[in-house]
């Protein structure tokens, strides 16, 4: 029970720094090009795994590279959808991928039970959130936040078969270092400037947000069960939500309450639904 209790205090402390990084990431992109905030962040982090990646295993780069593929493309995506979207509807919206992570199982042959009432419901408060008369209108970074619900939940399924052919840390460096290799020739066609860049948002987002988090996530997931720990990552967008009110006053209106409401409910449908 100690070790339980323990691997749930650091999950729940995994999604309090996930809902941080929303507003990080929306002011630290008012400073710079998105590239060179998705490239720095990596490149902070990878100081961390490089121990790891110094012995790894045989074959473990051609799965790594493909799982940074899609985490380049999943924070690339959320960093340019948060330069037009609020912080809060961005969160949100990145939830549904605890929905689409079924879904994608579904259509790849598993069998899965009572995910279509999830998705639409889902669907629903993604709509009623983004016509909130408090929030800005619907944008293209609401369009951009929704690839990156897509790329992260087809993260988590090709994962899901690559983490059980190898160790989680090495895995978790070649991933890490993949990134920020793929971020630099992003970086480098929209030109790499250090001038003005916001280092204290960077070293945050590089040494918490990406460094701690993987790790905690690894260590906390060794004794919390996957459908106890996805459930408590539905909290993310609660506490995205809290930050974005108490550090950049935003606010969600009646109709983005029930929205809200509406994507959270949906997540705890697909998780119950969803594949162990």
Known sequence: MRGLAAGLLALNLVTLIWGTTFVVVKGAVGEMAPSLLVLLRFLVATAFFLPFALRLPRGIWGPGLELSFWLLLGY????????????????????????????????????????????????????????????????????????????????IVRLEVHAKAYPSLPLTAVQVLGTA???????????????GVPWGAVLYLGVVATALTTWLQTWGQ????????????????????????????????????????SVILATFLAIRRSPA
């Open 76 to 155: 690339a995506s959320q960093a340019v959808g948060l330069v037009y979207t609020s912080a809060s509807r961005s969160a949100f919206i990145t939830a549904l991928n605890v929905v689409l992570v079924p879904l994608l199982l579904s259509l790849a042959g598993r069998r899965v039970r009572g995910v279509w009432l999830a998705a639409l419901l889902a669907l629903l408060g993604v709509g009623l959130l983004s016509y909130d008369p408090q929030q800005p209108p619907l944008n293209v970074g609401d369009l951009w936040t929704l690839l990156t619900a897509l790329t992260y939940a087809l993260y």
């Open 222 to 261: 060794r004794r919390v069960p996957a459908p106890q720990a996805a459930i408590l990552y539905t909290l993310e967008p609660v506490w995205a939500t809290l930050f974005a009110f108490l550090l950049l006053g935003e606010r969600l209106g009646p109709t983005g309450f029930v929205g809200a409401f």
């Open 181 to 195: 290799l793929l971020a630099f020739p992003w970086a480098l066609g929209e030109g790499v400037r250090l001038e």
